[in-house]
């Protein structure tokens, strides 16, 4: 069974630069998150989908960051303008609906440097 | 906001030791996972504790829970040089929230 993809896997950019991240979750799961996970930290969740419905975003920061997930499949991540404070590596998760236990399997990540 | 505080922040022992980490939690919990992260592999989960569950084992690994502490430990008996790295606790909050601490860096020495 192939996991989470994500992409691009690192990406450098320059401060008010925009960027953005893909994440193509396990077939058949139905709810998609993404984390962001700053250096010596724990993943904070940033947005949770059930579908291609929000279910939480209380903190993203959503004057610069925004999530879609058409289709109710894959997603993508935006940034605009990035932060100094944006560097972090971004994870994608995936887990099946109605999982009681939510087991959550996590992409790669995509690491994201702001200079 | 992060509800789980894992204690140590770095450990390092000697291949064949065991390590244990502790997690420290602020909240009513429905249940406690644990994950894995290193570089090869990314994030993994581990093993999860149901909130009415004392401990459990799986392979090496034995979880324990203390709701009146909320508390829980992980323990890695025998450890092995591909068991280094970085262990989170992460609690579920409502349905499907997972809220994770900030984590244990593991490394076992050979």
């Known amino acids: 069974e192939a996991g989470v993809a994500q992409s691009p896997r690192y990406k450098i950019i320059e401060k008010r630069q925009s960027v953005a991240f893909w994440c193509n979750p396990i077939s058949g799961h139905a709810t998609l998150y993404w984390y962001q996970q700053i250096l010596g930290q724990g993943p904070k969740l940033l947005i949770q989908f059930q579908n291609n419905g929000v279910v939480d975003d209380s903190q993203l920061p959503k004057d610069r960051f925004s999530a879609e997930r058409l289709k109710g499949v894959d997603s993508t991540l935006k940034i605009q303008p990035a932060k100094l404070e944006d560097s972090a590596v971004y994870l994608c998760?995936?887990?099946?609906?109605?999982?009681?236990?939510?087991?959550?399997?996590f992409g790669p990540g995509t690491r994201l440097t702001v200079l | 906001s992060q509800q789980g505080e894992e204690d140590p922040q770095a450990l390092s022992i000697q291949e064949g030791e065991n390590a244990t980490m502790n997690c420290s939690y602020k909240?009513?919990?429905?249940?406690l996972q644990w994950y894995r992260q290193n570089s090869g592999r990314g994030l993994v989960h581990l093993i999860l504790?149901?909130?009415?569950?004392r401990e459990k084992h799986s392979g090496r690994l034995r979880v324990t829970l203390d709701t009146s502490k909320k508390s829980s430990s992980l323990l890695i008996t025998a450890s092995r040089a591909a068991d280094t790295a970085s262990y989170f606790c992460?609690?579920?909050?409502?349905?499907?929230?997972?809220?994770f601490g900030q984590g244990t860096r593991l490394t076992i020495n050979p």
């Open positions: 998760a995936s887990s099946m609906q109605g999982t009681v236990y939510n087991e959550q399997f």
């Open positions: 992460a609690t579920l909050e409502g349905a499907q929230k997972l809220v």
């Open positions: 504790i149901r909130s009415n569950e």
């Open positions: 909240t009513s919990i429905n249940n």
